[in-house]
């Protein structure tokens, strides 16, 4: 299975090239140390840098700043590949997203500086929003960025942050103004090295995506400079949060079919060969169509998808509609692969079996990104005019 349909137009013979890249250097670098990265709740330093060395994440970047030039396809590429081998450890999505603020919102001098850094994997991005107090509601965030001098002084914590706990570049949303509710949030790069305040907090215990670094940050009176603000002024962070979430939430979608293929793939051959009462359990009739419905849900989800890769292409992607690839992703990925589980019996549950694996990190695609909630509130509204 590959991401595009038969009919997709959003992608060129280059999008083929790149995909056979990918699937190669995965097969090489990833797949042999993904149970090592889910020990050690992270993936290593060099495997960014063996990334940023093949190109993987320059796609999006324009050639002034060291880049390819294209846009979402080659990351939408690469995410759904990664899905595909059943990895939740690399934290691409996020550094894709924090790429894609950066192209959006910041200075020359600020692309200039972090766009090489982020597509060579010499540096890792993070976003961070969530803090212990608020997480759906973002316009509550409690971090606060007060002016002094020429610098921002900030104070105040995050939780949940992918990439956290080796973050070089963090966008993080802050208040700069705290009578205000969305007007006054405004989002600031915050560059960690030798930061004075900053501390990260001990690994996140997760009950999937084991090798993916999750981590609380904690800000004590951290000195940044002014410059250092995304965008013109401050108060536009809510709107620029609002603007970028569309490329979040789809990504979510392109994984889940990822995952999803993979999931069939690895129950078909169980199933071709595990035999109960004399029979394939290929050969039982609730196998089959327990399976046929799957995959009528994965090719549903794989045109959506495809249209919303063409939509993000064309700079046509609204809230809605990527809330219902995020919403309709996740929870379609969660449904077949709870199916897929149960085909394999006492073997699903156990971790020696990828089944039970993709189980465990599905789970949190409902949650993260905006819960499926927030998504169906979001697309309410769209229909609520
Ligand atoms: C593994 C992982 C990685 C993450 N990575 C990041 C990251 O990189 N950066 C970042 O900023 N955050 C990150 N998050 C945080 C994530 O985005 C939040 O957990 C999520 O937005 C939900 O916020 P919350 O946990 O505070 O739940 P709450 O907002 O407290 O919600 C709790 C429940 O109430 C429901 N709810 C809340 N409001 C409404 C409403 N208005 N209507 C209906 N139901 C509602 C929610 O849907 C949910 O079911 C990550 C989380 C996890 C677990």
């Given amino acids: 299975m590959t991401l595009f349909t038969q009919t997709s137009t959003w992608n060129q013979e280059e999008h083929l090239l790149f995909t056979d890249a990918v699937k190669r250097f995965y097969a090489d670098e990833l797949v042999p140390n993904m149970p090592r990265y889910d020990a050690e ?24 700043y060291e880049g390819s030039g294209g846009s979402y396809g080659f990351d939408s590429i690469t995410l759904y590949e990664q899905g595909k081998i059943g990895d939740g450890s690399w934290g691409y999505g996020i550094q894709s997203i924090v790429i894609h603020y950066l192209v959006k919102y910041a200075s020359h001098d600020q692309k200039t500086y972090w766009l090489p850094r982020l597509i ?60 205000k509710g969305a007007k006054g949030v405004s989002l600031i790069l915050v560059e960690t090295s030798e930061l004075e305040g900053f501390r990260r907090g001990p690994r996140m215990n997760k009950l999937g995506q084991k090798g993916n670094d999750t981590a609380e940050l904690f800000f004590e009176d951290v000195m940044v400079p002014q410059t250092n603000l ?40 169980y199933v071709q060969e595990r035999k109960a009462f004399g029979k394939r359990l290929m050969d039982l009739q609730n196998t089959r169509f327990k399976l046929a419905e799957a995959k009528t849900k994965a090719e549903l989800l794989r045109t959506f998808i ?3 890769i063409q939509r993000i292409e ?72």
Avoid at 45 to 52: C, H, M, P, S, T
Avoid at 252 to 269: C, K, V
Wanted: proline share 3%; net charge negative; with cysteine.
């Fill in 41 to 64: 709740g992270m993936v290593d330093r060099d495997f960014w840098q063996k990334a940023g060395e093949l190109g993987i994440m320059g796609g999006s970047v324009p050639e002034e």
């Fill in 120 to 179: 060579s994997g010499k540096s890792i991005g993070a976003l961070a929003m969530t803090e212990p107090g608020c997480g759906s509601d973002v316009q509550s965030i409690k971090t606060q960025a007060q002016k002094k001098g020429n610098h921002y002084q900030i104070s105040g914590s995050k939780t949940f942050i992918t990439n956290g706990g080796s973050a070089d570049l963090i966008i993080l949303a802050t208040k700069t103004d705290p009578t």
């Fill in 230 to 269: 995304l965008g013109k002024e401050e108060g536009l962070g809510f709107y620029q949060l609002m603007k970028q979430l569309p490329w979040e939430r789809l990504l979510i979608g392109i994984t889940a079919l990822g995952i999803i293929d993979l999931a069939l793939e690895q129950t078909i051959s």
């Fill in 306 to 308: 495809n249209d919303c």
């Fill in 314 to 385: 064309n700079n046509q992607l609204d809230a809605a509609t990527a809330s219902m690839a995020k919403y309709w992703g996740s929870e379609t990925q969660n449904h077949i692969i709870n199916e897929c589980l149960q085909l394999h019996g006492g073997y699903g549950y156990i971790l020696d079996y990828p089944i039970a694996r993709l189980y465990a990190d599905s789970r949190v695609q409902m949650i993260y990104g905006g819960s499926n909630e927030i998504m169906k509130e979001l697309i309410a509204r769209s229909i609520d005019t």
